[in-house]
């Protein structure tokens, strides 16, 4: 897989946002946005935190369920569309990005791709890790943790 590009269009989103909600009807409206939310909780016992530098420290059952919120929005007049997702995670990798936008193109052709696809954490260190391609950030977690990773995508 080749490298993904990384964008930051967390403050593009909020004008977009806030240009669509000033919009006094649908008919009016410059933009089309569409949202979701799904539950995305991983492996509920036995597995180390991300973040945590203390293997011993591993989860115990499920305090709080995990979810992404997907937020969709196409131009109008362009055409273009945006898909901003937030998840309950520390943050995201490229495994899980990489996997996102494959299952994406599965699905929707080439309507999201890397430019346009933005996945941000709310960095919680309160849930599961092994989602990353990094030995570093997989010490804890003694590797790669499947469960993880197919929760997340």
Known sequence: MGSLKVRSGFLELLLLVAIAAASSSAEEANYLIGRGMFDMTGPAGEIDFMGY???AQSGAGIHLRQYARAFIIT?????KTTLFVSIDACMTSHVVTGKVLHELAGMYGDTYVADNVIISGTHTHSTPAGFFQYVLY???SVGVVTQTIDAYV
């Open 138 to 140: 997989d010490i804890t």
């Open 75 to 79: 131009d109008r007049a362009t055409q």
């Open 53 to 55: 530098a203390n293997p």
